[in-house]
């Protein structure tokens, strides 16, 4: 697969069929992940993979209550003006992307892989990230889509006790990422263009140029 395919159309596949990943997938996935930067060359992450339809039981209900507190916490304020006013392009926006988010909530157990990232003495997350989107970007090119989320931050002893993590090592949770074969088609995924949120030199210069649609396209 090109690069700028995988780039420009590994995004949130939270619709997915119920069908197993081969083994042969988990281990690109995996040796894609273990390749990416990391800080210092410390390797200081492990990844965990999550198959088993009684782990997942376990922890759906943490899950679910993890995002409900997202939508009410953060993103109360949003929902709330969408809800106000759905027709507009924004609050169409916002609904869409919190019906796919409690898709993915109300179906946790059946999704048929899942990968939880964890870090040792990296509170932000930059020595691990890398590593969990190459995972993506590697399952992108199997024909597997992922879901990166991280809700679980929210109340993560739970999920930690279920998944037998060492939380004494100082192992921090970083994210979880949902993996099936896609129900629906792949695609770019609109943006705001780069030209609005990005700058040159000093925080509010014009960037320079213009990129008023994806310069890479089907």
């Known amino acids: 697969m090109d690069v700028y395919e995988a780039l420009y159309t590994t995004r949130a596949m939270r619709r997915v069929r119920p069908d197993p990943i081969p083994e042969a997938v988990q281990q690109k996935i ?6 990416a930067p990391s800080g210092g060359n410390s390797q200081t992450w492990r990844f965990l993979l999550v198959d088993d339809k009684e782990v997942l039981g376990r922890l759906g209900p943490v899950y679910r209550d993890c995002l409900g507190q997202v939508f009410t916490v953060f993103y109360g304020d949003r929902v709330a003006a969408a809800l106000a006013d759905p027709d507009t392009p924004e609050s169409v926006a916002m609904l869409s992307m919190k019906r796919s988010a409690e898709h993915l909530a109300e179906h946790f157990e059946e999704y048929p892989l899942m990968l939880f990232s964890f870090a040792l003495g990296d509170p932000t997350g930059g020595s691990i990230h890398p590593s969990t989107w190459s995972a993506c970007l590697a399952a992108r090119a199997e024909g597997v889509g992922s879901a990166w989320t ?30 099936g074969y896609p129900t629906g088609r792949w695609g770019v995924a609109p943006r705001v263009p780069v030209h609005e949120v990005s700058y040159r030199n000093h925080w509010g210069t014009p960037v320079g140029f213009e990129v008023p649609a994806p310069l890479w396209s089907y």
């Open 30 to 35: 995996l040796d894609a992940a273990i390749r």
């Open 150 to 179: 991280s809700a679980f931050a929210l109340n993560v002893a739970p999920a930690l006790e279920i998944l037998g993590v060492p939380e004494a090592e100082g192992w921090r949770f970083a994210s979880c990422v949902t993996f």
